[in-house]
């Protein structure tokens, strides 16, 4: 079995006061990368896929924080799922096939989705070598 790594997000204070409303905090947030799979919980919003799954990762921002702050956020133009916990940067990950997440969005299939993490760079460096590895 190989190692899981944790990735912590990032809170902006701007962005943590509003997250916690909707039931979103630090302890309760986090992404994690094995060899296999890629999993992100940001509150009660869950999300789940295989790493083959994954096409394309990359690292975008600044967001605006009427557009991304508070609970997981839904573009409208193609579905993607935001977990926004500040509007710096983030990874942007996009999938093969859109995925069901779990939680209030369970419903939607989502065809990207992008975590704030603190270290940005270190998991979009983690997912392209375990990508890589398996390719």
Known sequence: MSSVE???????????????????????????????????????????????????VSITGPYAMLKTAGPARLAITDAGLTFASNGDRGVLLTFARPVSGRGPLK??????????????EGLAALLKKRLAAIA
């Open 6 to 56: 944790r990735f912590e997000f990032s809170f902006a204070a701007s962005y943590k006061s509003l997250a916690r409303v909707f039931g979103i905090t630090p302890a309760n947030s986090w992404v994690e990368v094995s060899g296999e799979s890629f999993r992100a919980r940001y509150g009660p919003f869950r999300f789940s896929t295989p790493l083959q799954n994954i096409t394309d």
């Open 107 to 120: 419903l939607l299939r989502h065809p990207e989705l992008t975590v704030t993490v603190a270290d940005s």
